[in-house]
């Protein structure tokens, strides 16, 4: 019998339930705060909002952090790091939200997390320490700014 990874272990809701607005999202969760945070767009409470923007891992003195090599792909692949969402805080930004990314323009990169597994930390990691931008971590759709 086969082993199977984590990813093959829980069944994941169809495409169908996890399409908007022309998007598969990789859970209904993140598809929810994707529809949570373009209302708030609309109200003018942030703007610029973007899903899916990627960061290449490369050090301030210009050497690229990549995964091991294989028999066809000797240099190895650049290790990326993929934000949920990125938006910027407006002036009119919720005044309850009493967060600590609470500045007008104030760029923010969130990551929805169901789970949050020792991967994705460790990504995170890396990208703060190579951006010097701290990445916020929601764990429900309707979590306030």
Not at 9 to 17: G, N
Not at 58 to 67: A, F, K, N, Q, S
Not at 109 to 138: C, H, N, Q, S, W
Request: proline residues 3%; aromatic residues 14%; contains cysteine.
């Amino acid at each position: 019998m086969q082993r199977r990874g984590w990813h093959q272990q829980f069944k994941r809701r169809p495409a169908a339930d996890r399409t908007c607005d022309g998007f598969v999202f990789a859970s209904v969760g993140e598809m929810q705060r994707w529809i949570f945070l373009r209302e708030w767009e609309k109200r003018g409470y942030i703007s610029g909002l973007k899903r899916q923007v990627r960061y290449q891992f490369i050090l301030p003195d210009g050497t690229e952090i990549r995964y091991p090599g294989t028999r066809h792909n000797h240099k190895g692949v650049l290790a990326t790091y993929t934000s949920d969402f990125e938006y910027t805080l407006t002036e009119k930004h919720a005044p309850s939200s009493g967060s600590n990314f609470a500045k007008e323009g104030h760029r923010v990169i969130e990551e929805y997390k169901g789970f949050d597994d020792g991967t994705g930390r460790l990504r995170r990691a890396v990208f703060e320490a190579i951006y010097k931008i701290k990445i916020r971590v929601v764990k429900k759709p309707t979590e306030a700014l």
